[in-house]
């Protein structure tokens, strides 16, 4: 089946705010086995977004459409969308009990306009919304199938889950499963073509890469007539996979971030870690600190920007400093050593770089990077060059730095189990 994706918002238009609906809702429809070929976004404007809606209808099975359900004027999409279908509003009492509980729940008062987003479609399905006023609508007629949810993530991304997933896997006539392959520490293009052969052959199941910052993830889909069949399809293909790519993989479960991956290698082998940061300004510990149960693991975290602080928080030497520059491997190699001296922790990683827009030079450029990870005592140092802006380098830089220490603990470990049986 095919889906078409609207966004609905003039402050989409204007790039007041970040489009994350569509790419949420893309990325669900692809796992569900929906086929995306359009995607529209248009502003609260009621002429365009009937055309819209209309344009759509003539050539997709399922319209997904985020936004303008709220209690303003400007907020038209439900009315606009039962007008192209021909339906009539009614009050919803149920929605509008709905909506008196959430006010009153939380000693607001209500004003006359909420009322409008308990007006639904003649015939529709109204989708509960726990999280806000405005609830859902699915609209079915014709063979097309046109679904209505709030704009805010928070409202829209729960109602997506919880009622209009079942919702869409009922309309197919056979089961989609989808397992996600995450790699880590290599390119997107070296990934590709190392699975090249598999992408061209492929029929069912199938593999696609996505590229993600600092990382790339494969998933494999499988189309049958039950759950159990499917999975049983993905099974070798996510073996193959990891035949492939060995260690680079750090995980197969969709819901296991990078930095969890790194947290839960730290707490199987019982080792503490801390961080040095220059140019990266605590982005790394804000990523491992954003995972639960990392209290556990987390001693502490240095942000050493200047040449001062990595001096005296961290014992570097000034003659050093002076002889290298503070971007330099020597001294990404003496952040992270500094670090375990002073935090006492099992892994240290440092980070020191130029992230731009300034401070480059033609032998040391901006996204020049050096990272430095210490596991009890052995210490690596990384050479990066990152392009792009501010933002984007900094966040290349924090997602290589989780790389380089989950690839760090595992060839640690590899190397004394090895040199054990040695022994």
Known sequence: MVVELISVGTEILLGNIVNTNAAYLAEKCAGLGLSCYYQDVVGDNEHRLYETIRTALSRADILLLSGGLGPTQDDLTKEVAAKVMNRPLYLHEESKAAIQQFFEKRGMEITDNNWKQAMVPEGCIVVDNPNGTAPGIIMAQDGRHVILMPGPPNEMIPMFETSIIPYLSSLQSCVIFSQTVKVCGLGESKVETMVQDLIESQTNPTIATYAKTGEVHLRVTARAEDEKEAKKMVKPMVKELKGR????????????????????????????????????????????INVPGVSEVYKSGYITYSNKAKRRLLGIKKNLLLKHGAVSEQIAREMAKGAALVSKADVTVSITGIAGPDGGSEDKPVGLVYIGCSVCGRVTVKECHFSGNRAKIRENTVSSALSLMRECILQYYSEVTFGSKEK
């Open 245 to 288: 790519f060995g260690n680079h993989i750090y995980t197969t479960d969709d819901e296991v971030t990078l930095e969890k991956a790194v947290v839960d290698l730290l707490l199987a082998n019982k080792l503490t870690i801390s961080t040095v940061e220059s140019c990266t300004g605590g982005l790394l510990a804000a990523r491992l």
